[in-house]
């Protein structure tokens, strides 16, 4: 067997290191470009819906302000339904804002270096 001088050695061991650091920053890069990709895709389609939604759902509620309004003045009507929209809106984003805080906090929990 031939010896290898240590010297000669280290220096292939860090050779061989920084190949694998290399190699795996650039899968990490070429992993986080296409889960973007699919994420940026998956987000549009999602949203391709939500202009005839946010219509319909307009519709809906000057329709149920007209309605309301049979019984009483109509501008106290589509007062009531914007306040319940608001409300109902604000409950919603205090709801899942809370839930992206928590998600948010235990990934950076379970990322966190371990020192």
Known sequence: MESV??????QRLVDGLQTLMREHVALARA??????RDTGRDLLVSAAGVPALAAGYLLLMVAAAFLLALWIPQWAAFGIIALVN????????????????QQ???RQRITAPLH
């Not at 992993?31 to 973007?36: A, G, M």
């Not at 608001?86 to 805080?101: C, K, M, N």
């Open 86 to 101: 608001l409300g109902a809106g604000g409950f919603v984003s205090l709801v899942w804002g809370r839930r992206a805080l």
């Open 104 to 106: 948010r906090s235990e």
């Open 5 to 10: 001088p240590p010297r000669e050695a280290l």
């Open 31 to 36: 992993e986080f470009k296409e889960d973007l």
